[in-house]
DNA sequence: CATCAAACTCGACAAAAGTCAAGGAATGCG
DNA sequence: CGCATTCCTTGACTTTTGTCGAGTTTGATG
């Protein structure tokens, strides 16, 4: 597989160009540029103005906002398949965040003016951007509610419960507990204090690489409460 | 002036119709739907599956969180010539917020239908509802930033910076402190001790209805930091 | 103009979250 | 395999924010 194959595959896995024709997806990957990061590079910092499009072949990364004290709010993890810096591309402003790579990373880059030319070409492209977007204000919302309205256990309980499956949920290594506590809006010690309080009253086993859920109803109950 | 001229007036005092021809305009505002509303009331609840697009004639709204103990998130607030709901129109899912009238207000609804045809007609509308969507992201992104890394205080000093003109911020009657402190992610006790420690510190002066900057840069400092 | 409800003020106290320090366990690297 | 680094655990203490109760001021309404 060459470099331009390797690209038309990363395209077609994401929904921006499921409905564009195969030669000129075929067209755009000879347009797009590899990029490789390894754990911890940062791809684009908060204040700059970044502006193609970015496609996730291989790797996890995430978005995040950062204090002058160190503390960070990841605004969310981005993995294979998935496109981010729409905004970069559709606004004239900075990036609202910092992307930086949790494990070794593959992304294609496509240039600005290929993605507007292209909304130009495929009106139902911009239908996709729109609802992509749309999805984006609605988990931010959800944050928002999260870090105002809920206790740290509470925004806990509602993230292992959705992020699991069948009851359990996988911790690659990248995804530290200091890294879900920046995603749940606190720090490792708090979450820490969390999850064994849970555990405690039996609503979870924690393992080092896995949380199980033991009484989903329960979880659901804390999940649910602003307590 | 009859309904339709006033509905005309709303629509073109929107950026969505900008581009549209005015006999275009005419007949979308055939097809709109004039709504007023008493001040506390509710447009529509969160969880609810509203899909016309709202526009602002008069009067200002909240677009709120709320939570089961009482407490509210304002999310933002809406006032003349603005556009709501586009969540509602182009995705399928219920309603992330709830919307309630500030004061008497006047609405003018534009049935999905009628928006998503013209979506298909004029793709320059497509252009400029990603650009709102966008500003929304990163208006999000801002609150959670505010929410998770700075006190209080510092919210307060930027929120004051970026709401004032010519170092001066006029409250109407709607923006209580009650309401300021829900849109900041605090309750009315806690926003009122910050707006006495910036006075006491001469950086601002509080009167009923306006509060002035006396020391900009001051308050800058205060609103860059994240103590 | 008087009354009443809403908004604001303020201090005491409570709760939630953050900081710090120390020790133990797991993982990666040479 | 041993060592160093990273991650996790835990309890004590501190800070920030929220709750409560009481009193004062303002603005709307009849």
Same mark, same amino acid.
């Given at each position: 597989?060459?470099?331009?194959?390797?690209?038309?595959?990363?395209?077609?896995?994401?929904?921006?160009?499921?409905?564009?024709?195969?030669?000129?997806?075929?067209?755009?990957?000879?347009?797009?540029?590899?990029?490789?990061?390894?754990?911890?590079?940062?791809?684009?910092?908060?204040?700059?103005?970044?502006?193609?499009?970015?496609?996730?072949?291989?790797?996890?990364?995430?978005?995040?906002?950062?204090?002058?004290?160190?503390?960070?709010?990841?605004?969310?993890?981005?993995?294979?398949?998935?496109?981010?810096?729409?905004?970069?591309?559709?606004?004239?402003?900075?990036?609202?965040?910092?992307?930086?790579?949790?494990?070794?990373?593959?992304?294609? $880059? &496509?240039?600005?003016?290929?993605? #507007?030319? @292209?909304?130009?070409?495929?009106?139902? /492209? *911009? %239908?996709?951007? !729109?609802?992509?977007?749309?999805?984006?204000?609605?988990? $931010? &919302?959800?944050?928002?509610?999260? #870090?105002? @309205?809920?206790?740290?256990?509470?925004? /806990? *309980? %509602?993230?292992? !419960?959705?992020?699991?499956?069948?009851?359990?949920?996988?911790?690659?290594?990248?995804?530290?507990?200091?890294? @879900?506590?920046?995603?749940?809006?606190?720090?490792?010690?708090?979450?820490?204090?969390?999850?064994?309080?849970?555990?405690?009253?039996?609503?979870?086993?924690?393992?080092?690489?896995?949380?199980?859920?033991?009484?989903?109803?329960?979880?659901?109950?804390?999940?649910?409460?602003?307590?």
């Amino acid at each position: 597989m060459d470099a331009s194959d390797e690209a038309i595959q990363a395209l077609t896995a994401v929904p921006y160009f499921a409905d564009v024709d195969a030669a000129l997806v075929a067209m755009i990957a000879g347009q797009t540029i590899r990029q490789q990061y390894d754990t911890g590079q940062v791809v684009f910092l908060e204040g700059e103005q970044e502006v193609a499009l970015y496609i996730v072949q291989q790797g996890w990364l995430k978005a995040v906002k950062m204090s002058p004290d160190g503390r960070e709010q990841v605004l969310h993890f981005i993995g294979p398949g998935e496109v981010f810096n729409a905004i970069g591309v559709f606004v004239e402003s900075t990036n609202p965040a910092t992307v930086i790579a949790l494990e070794p990373t593959i992304l294609w $880059l &496509i240039p600005q003016k290929v993605i #507007l030319k @292209l909304l130009d070409d495929y009106p139902e /492209l *911009a %239908r996709v951007v !729109i609802q992509r977007l749309a999805g984006r204000v609605q988990q $931010l &919302i959800a944050m928002v509610e999260d #870090l105002s @309205l809920r206790t740290i256990e509470s925004r /806990l *309980a %509602r993230y292992l !419960i959705d992020q699991s499956t069948a009851e359990q949920l996988q911790r690659p290594r990248w995804a530290t507990q200091a890294e @879900l506590a920046n995603r749940l809006g606190t720090v490792p010690d708090v979450l820490n204090r969390a999850l064994r309080s849970l555990a405690k009253e039996q609503l979870i086993r924690v393992e080092r690489h896995q949380i199980q859920i033991l009484d989903y109803n329960g979880l659901e109950a804390k999940a649910g409460s602003d307590k």
